[in-house]
C-alpha cells in the first residue's frame, strides 16, 4: 500500500532554511492530496501546507511567503522548502497521503529553530 518516510528535519538557527522530503516507499499506487501537518509540544497538530497530484498547492497563513511545496509523482516523492524559520516553528513535522477514502502518516520528523 502506502508507506511514507520524512526525511530533512534538524535544527537550524532562526532565519535558516531546510527542506523536507517525504518518499512513498510503498507499492507506487496513485496517491491523490499530499501533505504536511505539524505539531508542537503542548500544541493540536496544524496543517501547513497540501497539494493535489495536479500539482495545486495551499499553504497556511502562518507560513505563507516563507514556506513552498511540490511533488514529483514520477519519484513518489513531496518535498517542502522552509525558508526564514521562525522559533514558533519548531515542531514535529508529519506528511501524510490520500488514497482513494485512506489516509497515510509518516512517523515525523523534528524540526527545531533556535539561536
Known amino acids: 500500500q502506502v508507506h511514507l518516510v520524512e526525511s530533512g528535519g534538524g535544527s537550524v538557527q532562526p532565519g535558516g532554511s531546510l527542506r523536507l522530503s517525504c518518499e512513498d516507499s510503498?507499492?507506487?499506487?496513485?496517491?491523490?492530496?499530499m501533505g504536511w501537518y505539524r505539531q508542537a509540544p503542548g500544541q493540536q497538530r496544524e496543517s501547513v501546507a497540501n497539494?493535489?497530484?495536479?500539482?495545486?498547492?495551499d499553504v497556511a497563513n502562518s507560513v505563507k511567503g516563507r514556506f513552498t511545496i511540490s511533488r514529483d509523482n514520477a519519484k513518489n516523492m513531496m518535498y517542502m522548502q522552509m525558508n526564514s524559520l521562525k522559533p514558533e516553528d519548531t515542531a514535529v513535522y508529519y506528511c501524510?497521503?490520500?488514497?482513494?477514502?485512506?489516509?497515510?502518516w509518516g512517523q515525523g520528523t523534528q524540526v527545531t529553530v533556535s539561536s
Open positions: 510503498g507499492m507506487g499506487v496513485r496517491l491523490s492530496r
Open positions: 497539494i493535489t497530484s495536479a500539482g495545486s498547492a
Open positions: 501524510y497521503a490520500v488514497w482513494g477514502r485512506l489516509d497515510f
